[in-house]
């Protein structure tokens, strides 16, 4: 895609610290999804019944705004069918199918190294469609990124396992439609509404997984322990359901409306670094001083882009593909 150069400039967004700030909760949202299911799933809950009890609460919750939405606009799913279905196929099923498929083959935190390659892939594919180098600072927010991620995740306990890279790369790519869709909302489609939709669409599909019998639905009435305190299995099924789902979406989704998916998709790794001082906090696991390190490379990292996305002006959306050529 190229732009004519007797086209209008486009209208450039302000990349707006309140935009930042929801991408950071919704980064603390979804962090405290692992420490919080972990537990359940050592106490003999499976995949299948951790997952549908997630994504089906979380689709409750927000289905008022996207009922509210179809009502109010006619037409309203004939015209945004596909967005909602990609994103409860990529952003919602996708993501979370692929990471734990790939954990089963791979070490966590080779998955995870590979998940987050996401920002990366968002970056090559701006270079691809715009032929336009990416700037020093973003190189360098980049590198710097994805060195602390490197530092931050286990790479140790395993061998090289094909199928396992391949499902960690699903979930990447996973990852980065999730950031290229909700970059879509707005103007067309309100975010809650996209959220609430691909909810529904990846709860809908996980209940045909259990259904069937691909994914084993095993909840026993269990108690855990979290942070020192032993709890009944309701209160990490009710966090997981209303902080690390509804407030992680909902919060992301509407980040990424207002910075674009290149900068959010680079907030997005501070998730690793919330999710082992939240480990640290609930379940014991004492992050390392190289980890620490790692935490503060990454955030070195979101810092460049978001430098640059200031100093560039950098739009978002269709803007931030199309090179932006002053008229004549």
Known sequence: MT????????????????????????????????????????????????????????????????????????????????????????????????YFAAMQRIPVGVALLIQYFAPVLLVGLAWVRTRRAPSRVVVVGSVASIVGLVLMVDLTGGSFDLIGTLCALGAAICLGAYFLIAERTGDSIPPLALAGGGLLTGALLLGVLVVTGVLPFVAPPVDVVLGGVTVPWIVPVVWVVLIATVCGYAFGVIAVSKIGSRLASFVGLTEALFAGAIAWLLIGETPTAVQAIGGALILAGVVCVRLDARGAGTPKGEAAIVPVVPAP
Do not use: D, N
Not at 39 to 64: C, D, K, N, Q, T
């Open 3 to 98: 732009a004519s150069l007797t086209a209008p400039v486009p209208t450039v967004r302000a990349t707006g610290a309140g935009g930042l700030l929801l991408g950071l909760i919704s980064a603390v949202a979804f962090a405290s999804s692992g420490s919080v299911m972990k537990p359940l799933l050592e106490a003999g809950w499976s995949l299948g019944a951790a997952l549908l009890l997630r994504m089906s609460g979380a689709a409750l919750v927000l289905a008022y705004p996207f009922f509210r939405a179809v009502l109010r606009e006619r037409g309203f799913l004939r015209r945004h069918w596909p967005l909602i279905v990609g994103f409860g196929l990529t952003g919602v099923t996708g993501c979370q199918l692929f």
